[in-house]
């Protein structure tokens, strides 16, 4: 295992009923600016429960923050906070509300522009804390200090790290309403975040990698209930959990990660708009196969305890196995990518670039960005233009 | 799912070396108290890297907190820090030290007698700040608000809550001297911790069923490998990080708990001085047997995930299994019970009262506790004093 540092104060606020806590939480004296998406808060009853527990209260309302929420939206909001003093920010509704609010709160007392912040965190001086009322499990940054961000200027997708929620209210009852889309984009983006941080060297930590694996087998258990039915609370609360947990650190003490999949994947979205669940349902299986070789005890690994695919001499879906030709070791990796793919297409994911209209050039344009930037990824730092270009050819038809 | 609440601020610096890191994590204004066990911190090495890492500082020493620290002992090290106004707790040792320190830090600025505050902690008013040196992974007091005090007049033990530390430095190398029995009770004391939060009503959270099944796997297959070497870094890596997981609230989020073996097995110590771990090796296979029907759901998941025991048509060791018959529920709810009783052993630990020298007058005075204090304990509200009594004839000898 490898040393690490693990801290994460988020309070987490989960279950039914749980918006009506807000105004325990969020002191009474805060100049709050609460953020909302694209309108969907209006009519799904979160907006009114929102209302109901800050009664009494004053707010600034910043409507509009996009999915893959830009830059240009996200400096109307910080001169609407700095107009109003706003010293306390409350994020309602998905990961990009959440992500675009960490991005407000740490630019509102700052004289920097925002994406100068983005590229350049260290220059984030005083920032103002926020929380979050979190209605799309997906991207875990209710509890994190991540955010993406996009430039519609350059097209670029950049990542950056700020801080934590001080709190989150999760009411799996506020996705009842969600688009059977979002749920499949959600549940592939929370299978793929735990995967970035297991599908790695083998052997770092047991514990690690059961809890892993733990999220893994409940999102493969729970996808088909909600398919069935997406107002089963159980499995929404089940989701959920996982998509949290799948990206608060709790998967990654002392384990190497990797995250290429991730940074091909936001060109994509970059470069097409795609969304981010979606890219990723593509390159993942795509970057398993070129990278077999490398991460094939994982794979082995993965592919007996999360789809029961043992060695050939032990029949299949019966844990163990001891065959231990290369040949075997090959048929049982691409078994487990395989059975990876089928999950996503079963959330209904296209698993293919040419699915989605994507060809040549786009490939092209990536290798070409990833050479300009000097960029290379991945666990073994080996991904470079090339190789991320190879790797799309893998998922291109 | 149930509503919960999770919030654990406590920062976690796992690693080799990491005791370097005291002087940045503790203010270098803090009028410091470090307080110890019984000795052994002098001849491991561990003072002495303290002592390094916070070399040009000043600080009192408080040497003694004994295993199941006594109230009594605790008094004397809030006398000498309230003589030297010390602000901030700095516990080195093992689970004892610390949930001792957590009195201390309690009562220090408090006029209420320490005994008086866990039996009532709603006396506590301002506590000072506490972190941890933790070299014996256990209990998990490095990263909970819990603490488990004894008294020697009424031979009475309790346990009580106020705070996280703000850190806990865990360093694996510092257990490389810890000796055998101490590492078997640490191992079935994280076993038992959850088991208390897994061991219930079946179907809650399949997450938090998949991570408790995790810490239990890996505690199982890392048991044999400290056996074999007790300087086995990673080996001891996993159970250190396992024993800190398993009682940090990560695996009892939205379930129900149990706790009544733990509450048995307390008052086996506080009549017997019985290591805490040992204890819990006797109770824990009993209690399973006397509500093996209430627990049967569970048991079986438990049985055939932890264990590898399957239904009866399909053969052992094969996951699934759809034996549906009483009696093959039951042949497979003992199974899995034996199978803990024999991890328990195989870590050199008794499994029966009578190997201990007690017997039915301990039994009978546990008995009139329960009855007196109206004790009724676990997931279903029904271990009084009666059901407790018959627990402990199940494991007599």
């Known amino acids: 295992m490898k040393n690490f540092t693990f801290q994460n104060k988020t309070k987490l606020i989960f279950g039914r009923g749980t918006i009506a806590r807000l105004a325990d939480e969020i002191p009474a ?4 600016m609460i953020t909302f998406g694209g309108g969907s808060m209006r009519h799904n009853g979160v907006y009114d429960q929102v209302a109901a527990a800050l009664k009494g209260r004053q707010w600034v309302e910043f409507w509009g923050i996009e ?10 909001a910080v001169a609407l906070g700095k107009e109003h003093g706003v010293d306390f920010l409350l994020a ?6 959440a992500d675009g609010t960490k ?3 740490s630019a509102i007392r700052n004289e920097a522009d925002p994406w100068t912040i983005v590229r350049n965190p260290s220059l984030i001086g005083e920032m103002i804390p926020l929380a979050t ?7 875990g940054s209710e509890m994190n200090a991540g955010a993406v961000i996009s430039n519609d200027q350059t097209t670029e997708k950049f990542a950056f790290y700020s801080q934590n929620p001080v709190f989150s209210i999760l009411d799996p009852e506020t996705t009842f309403s969600l688009p059977d889309n979002q749920i499949a984009y959600g549940i592939c983006d929370t299978f793929v975040h735990v995967m970035e941080q297991y599908m790695t060297t083998a052997g770092q930590s047991p514990l690690m990698d059961r809890w892993a694996e733990g999220i893994m087998l409940t999102l493969v258990e729970t996808a088909p209930k909600i398919r069935a039915d997406k107002r089963n609370y159980d499995a929404m609360a089940d989701y959920m959990l996982s998509a949290t947990m799948g990206l608060n650190g709790f998967v990654g003490m002392g384990v190497e990660q990797d995250w290429a999949t991730h940074s091909i994947g936001h060109e994509l ?8 669940g979606q890219t990723l349902a593509i390159v993942l299986p795509a970057l398993l196969r070129v990278l077999r070789d490398q991460k094939m005890s994982k794979l082995l690994q993965y592919g007996e305890r999360v789809w029961g695919i043992g060695a050939a001499d032990e029949g299949s879906g019966c844990g163990g196995g001891s065959g231990t030709s290369a040949g075997d ?9 395989v059975k990876t793919e089928e999950f996503f297409r079963s959330l209904g994911l296209a698993t293919r670039l040419a699915e989605l209209g994507v ?4 490939i092209a344009e990536i290798e070409r960005r990833f050479r300009e930037r000097g960029t290379v990824i991945g666990e073994g730092r080996n991904i470079d233009g090339a190789k991320a270009a190879e790797i799309l050819r893998v998922c291109e038809r």
């Open 29 to 32: 004296s805060a100049r709050l």
């Open 67 to 76: 999915p893959n929420p830009r830059v240009e939206t996200l400096r109307e």
């Open 92 to 97: 309602v509704g998905g990961g990009s509300v």
């Open 103 to 105: 991005l407000i709160a």
């Open 133 to 139: 009322v979190m209605t799309l499990p997906a991207t």
């Open 269 to 276: 979205t970059a470069l097409h708009g795609i969304s981010h």
């Open 329 to 337: 070791f090959e048929r049982r990796a691409e078994a487990a990518i």
């Open 359 to 362: 060809g040549e050039e786009t």
